[in-house]
């Protein structure tokens, strides 16, 4: 099994920038891909960013592209969101996941609140 803990959400102004994290624990060496999602009251989650390590690819949704980036450790039990240039519209719960193989995943953090406000 895998455990996802996120972290690094809070309330932020309009324009700010934000690092998100995610600690993966337990059966890591399973893990292919992670990546970040994000799902705000009254809409459905939507896939932000991934992590192959397979091919050592990413992936951006066209939404966000421009102003986030994924990355991780070098161990790769950890996973960065780094959101910039935050609008009001970025507000949501934002989840990692992890997985076996591109879109598959088995894993979900609990996740972590972002709000934006000025």
């Known amino acids: 099994q895998v455990q996802l803990t996120e972290s690094g959400g809070g309330l932020v102004q309009p324009g700010d920038s934000l690092r998100l994290s995610c600690t993966a624990s337990g059966r890591t060496n399973t893990i292919a891909v992670m990546g970040w999602h994000r799902q705000a009251p009254g809409k459905e989650r939507e896939s932000l960013a991934s992590?192959?390590?397979?091919?050592?690819?990413?992936y951006y949704a066209p939404s966000v592209q421009g102003r986030v980036a994924i990355s991780t450790n070098n161990a790769k039990n950890t996973l960065y969101l780094e959101l910039n240039s935050l609008k009001p519209e970025d507000a949501a719960m934002y989840y990692c996941a992890a997985g076996d193989s591109p879109g598959h995943y088995h894993h979900w953090g609990q996740g972590t609140q972002v709000a934006v406000s000025s």
């Open positions: 992590i192959n390590f397979i091919g050592d690819t990413t």
